[in-house]
Structure formats: C-alpha cells, structure tokens
C-alpha cells in the first residue's frame, strides 16, 4: 500500500468531457507534485505545489488545470483532452518543496485513455 | 546527450547474480535519486544520497561527487528485482527532478 493515494486508477474519457484526477496524502508533506509518464519513457514533470502554492508550471497546455484545495489533496482537472494525452498520471510527494533532498512518494498512477 | 544517462538500458540476469546499474549525470545536483517501477504501478524511492554510500537489505547505492557518477547494486538478485530502475538528479528548484531513461532489469529463475 502506497501512502499516496490516487483515484481513479483507471479512466476512459472522450476528448469532450471533463474530469478530474485525484490525489491524497496524509503524510503532512507540503509539496505535491503531478508526472505525465508514457509507455517506456521516465515520468515527466507538469506542476509542483509548494505550501498549496503554484510554484513549477512546466509548460503544461492549459487543458490541464491542477488544483491544491488543502496541503493533503492535489487534483488535476482534465478539459478536452486529446488522443496523446494518454497515459500515466502520477502523483508525488515530499516533505518540503524547497531544494531536493527529500525522497518523494509516488502513487500508483492514473491510468488515463482519451477515446 | 541527456543530462542523466543511466547503463545498461536493459539488463538480464540470472537469480543469485550481483547487478550493477550505472547513472552519469551533467547537472548539479542537490541529491541523486534511485527509484523503482515495477511493470504498470507506481514509483518507489529507492535510496536519496548526495555523498558516499547507502545500503538497505539486498540494495547498495553509491555516488562520486566529483566524478558525477552514481551506481545501484543488488546482491544476490531475485525474479522479485525485475522492474524499471531509474535514477533522478535533483537539483535546487522546487523539487524538480531530472530523470535518466531507465534501466529494465529482468532476473531470471
């Protein structure tokens, strides 16, 4: 069992709806942080949170909207996503969003297919 | 060329071989992170080092400042070892981590 909880753990969605993904942690960490992973490639970066704050935006398009509603809970709302949007999500935490030297915990992941 | 290479990107063994995993990386680092996947899950943390030398169970890792190079070693290796090693230098932004390609490591019975 991970201490990241992620839900849903699978989802399949049409490029016209709206949903969102869901991350929980109860470790009081205060950095959060949402990866895009495909298939045989490393995780990649799209937002860190730190103390519920914005601070890293990779250049994410903007049918991606992350929310920090409260330092335990991270979501990522999707808008008209499109076919190559497929693929891992995960979320991550770590103690403090200052620096690296914290181990960051990873959920399980969201497995997300666009029809 | 990345600024995290890890060698070899896959790796066979049989059970019972010592495995070695080599990671070079061009960016300074605050700390350099060894991580885990195992086939369609999540990511575990490994070990977080910035000096010397680490060991847990089975799991030895090690870095070389200078030389800006890390390795993880398993001994006695298990068909429970098979997963996706990856190494992630982390530098002083935000927790931003940059990761190598990883390496699939498969252990045979």
């Known amino acids: 069992d991970t201490e990241v909880t992620q839900t849903p753990k699978h989802l399949v969605m049409g490029m016209t709806n709206k949903k969102s993904l869901k991350c929980e942690q109860h470790m009081g960490h205060r950095a959060m942080y949402w990866y895009k992973q495909k298939a045989k490639k490393p995780p990649e970066l799209m937002f860190v949170y730190s103390y519920e704050k914005l601070s890293i935006n990779e250049s994410v398009p903007s049918r991606f909207s992350p929310e920090c509603p409260n330092s335990s809970l991270l979501n990522l709302h999707l808008h008209a996503l499109q076919p190559e949007d497929s693929a891992l999500y995960l979320c991550a935490s770590s103690q403090e969003g200052r620096g690296t030297n914290q181990p960051q915990h990873f959920g399980d992941g969201t497995r997300l297919s666009i029809l | 060329k990345n600024e995290v290479e890890q060698s070899p990107q896959n790796l066979t063994a049989q059970e019972g071989e010592f495995i070695t995993i080599n990671c070079s990386y061009s960016v300074g680092i605050s700390a350099l992170h060894w991580l885990q996947q195992h086939p369609g899950g999540g990511i575990v943390s490994l070990f977080m080092?910035?000096?010397g030398k680490k060991k847990h169970g089975r799991l030895i890792a090690t870095i070389n400042i200078q030389e800006k190079h890390s390795s993880l070693h398993i001994t006695a290796s298990h068909p429970r070892d098979s997963a996706v090693y990856i190494c992630?230098?982390?530098?002083?932004?935000?927790?931003?981590?940059?990761f190598g390609q990883g390496t699939i490591l498969t252990v045979h019975p």
């Open positions: 080092l910035s000096s």
């Open positions: 992630a230098a982390g530098g002083t932004s935000y927790g931003k981590l940059t």
